[in-house]
């Protein structure tokens, strides 16, 4: 059973005159930081918050009418975190913004350590191409463009085409390793035709003596009208789970971890005048409203804060907050967080219901 401390030996000002001698050594007291860095629980600058499409779509179109794609590399507004101001991050692992390329652009190729997720929102006839095969693009669609992958995007179509981006960003800045590099021309040579990774991994099987190795899934575009469609035979099947209506993850079909390893994504279903119960987890989740109107209560007492997001809305659940989600007409949520980083390193926890 651990004792009271003992009583305090040193007076302050001698404690300040120590800690001014071993600062010039570039050393510092672990006790007078170490509630802060081993904390009761997890805490986190960023807030919940909402961007609203019908805001945010004038201004993506405006920023097209000032920077074209090209000179921009990629014409992007940032959903920055109030609470995290100047970090161009909408979490603290992660970055989120909204990109817009016209008819008749390329936003020509590069590649990078940080891994990319895109979820469409407006548009068709545009593409992402990944390593040199085309992903044709609609909108509820999902599309990983993976670490160090050759990725460009163009616009043969009519009309804007806009999406959201998700990146590791942050997390790689965290860590170090954070590379990137322009190719020599626009466009990475095509070396698929459209559809063929779908084609050899999509079906639940794979081509015999195959030797894909990577982290990431060999699947660059998972459809949403498939996805769709799996959310409701699911809800027909099963009961609804009380924290999250129903709830599927997009995976790597190979391995079944996440299709992106340091991004975990998933879609889910809430029917017409469902509530969850309250949830929290240490991931925090950047969310696209794909479809349904709602509500997200998020954080405990006086300071919770009450968001209502309709279609193309988005949103974040910082780390650790408890939250519900509740809709007047049924509701389907794209999300994206660094839930499988903390999986594979021991570190996730989450909170069904009330503790």
Same mark, same amino acid.
């Given at each position: 059973?651990?004792?009271?401390?003992?009583?305090?030996?040193?007076?302050?000002?001698?404690?300040?005159?120590?800690?001014?001698?071993?600062?010039?050594?570039?050393?510092?007291?672990?006790?007078?930081?170490?509630?802060?860095?081993?904390?009761?629980?997890?805490?986190?600058? *960023?807030? +919940?918050?909402? !961007?609203?499409?019908? %805001?945010?779509? /004038? $201004?993506?179109?405006?920023? #097209?009418?000032?920077? &074209?794609?090209?000179?921009?590399?990629?014409?992007?507004?940032?959903?920055?975190?109030?609470?995290?101001?100047?970090?161009?991050?909408?979490?603290?692992?992660?970055?989120?913004?909204?990109?817009?390329?016209?008819?008749?652009?390329?936003?020509?190729?590069?590649?990078?350590?940080?891994?990319?997720?895109?979820?469409?929102?407006?548009?068709?006839?545009?593409?992402?191409?990944?390593?040199?095969?085309?992903?044709?693009?609609?909108?509820?669609?999902?599309?990983?463009?993976?670490?160090?992958?050759?990725?460009?995007?163009?616009?043969?179509? *009519?009309? +804007?085409?806009? !999406?959201?981006?998700? %990146?590791?960003? /942050? $997390?790689?800045?965290?860590? #170090?390793?954070?590379? &990137?590099?322009?190719?020599?021309?626009?466009?990475?040579?095509?070396?698929?035709?459209?559809?063929?990774?779908?084609?050899?991994?999509?079906?639940?099987?794979?081509?015999?003596?195959?030797?894909?190795?990577?982290?990431?899934?060999?699947?660059?575009?998972?459809?949403?009208?498939?996805?769709?469609?799996?959310?409701?035979?699911?809800?027909?099947?099963?009961?609804?789970?009380?924290?999250?209506?129903?709830?599927?993850?997009?995976?790597?079909?190979?391995?079944?971890?996440?299709?992106?390893?340091?991004?975990?994504?998933?879609?889910?279903?809430?029917?017409?005048?469902?509530?969850?119960?309250?949830?929290?987890?240490?991931?925090?989740?950047?969310?696209?409203?794909?479809?349904?109107?709602?509500?997200?209560?998020?954080?405990?007492?006086?300071?919770?804060?009450?968001?209502?997001?309709?279609?193309?809305?988005?949103?974040?659940?910082?780390?650790?907050?408890?939250?519900?989600?509740?809709?007047?007409?049924?509701?389907?949520?794209?999300?994206?967080?660094?839930?499988?980083?903390?999986?594979?390193?021991?570190?996730?926890?989450?909170?069904?219901?009330?503790?």
């Amino acid at each position: 059973m651990r004792t009271a401390p003992d009583t305090p030996r040193t007076d302050r000002a001698a404690l300040e005159a120590f800690y001014g001698r071993i600062a010039e050594h570039h050393m510092s007291p672990l006790w007078e930081v170490i509630r802060k860095l081993l904390g009761r629980e997890p805490t986190t600058d *960023a807030v +919940p918050h909402v !961007w609203r499409y019908d %805001l945010a779509r /004038p $201004l993506l179109l405006e920023a #097209g009418a000032l920077i &074209s794609a090209e000179e921009a590399e990629r014409r992007v507004l940032v959903l920055e975190n109030p609470g995290l101001r100047g970090r161009s991050s909408i979490t603290d692992t992660l970055y989120a913004g909204l990109q817009l390329i016209l008819p008749g652009e390329v936003a020509p190729a590069h590649r990078h350590t940080p891994a990319a997720i895109r979820f469409v929102l407006e548009g068709s006839g545009a593409y992402t191409a990944v390593d040199g095969e085309k992903a044709y693009m609609e909108p509820g669609d999902f599309v990983i463009t993976p670490s160090w992958t050759w990725h460009d995007h163009a616009h043969p179509g *009519a009309g +804007p085409m806009i !999406w959201l981006d998700v %990146l590791d960003v /942050p $997390l790689v800045r965290f860590l #170090g390793p954070r590379f &990137s590099e322009d190719y020599p021309a626009s466009q990475f040579p095509e070396s698929r035709p459209p559809g063929d990774a779908e084609a050899r991994y999509g079906t639940n099987m794979r081509p015999l003596g195959d030797g894909w190795s990577r982290l990431h899934s060999p699947v660059f575009r998972y459809p949403y009208a498939r996805a769709r469609e799996a959310l409701e035979r699911v809800s027909r099947a099963k009961d609804l789970d009380a924290c999250f209506g129903v709830k599927l993850e997009y995976i790597n079909p190979l391995t079944g971890a996440p299709a992106v390893p340091t991004i975990s994504t998933f879609l889910q279903l809430l029917p017409g005048g469902f509530r969850t119960q309250r949830y929290q987890s240490t991931d925090a989740s950047v969310y696209s409203v794909v479809e349904g109107r709602g509500r997200s209560v998020i954080g405990e007492g006086p300071g919770a804060a009450t968001l209502s997001w309709g279609p193309r809305d988005h949103f974040v659940v910082p780390a650790w907050q408890p939250h519900v989600h509740e809709c007047s007409e049924e509701a389907v949520l794209f999300s994206a967080s660094d839930q499988g980083v903390q999986r594979a390193l021991g570190l996730w926890r989450e909170v069904r219901g009330v503790r």
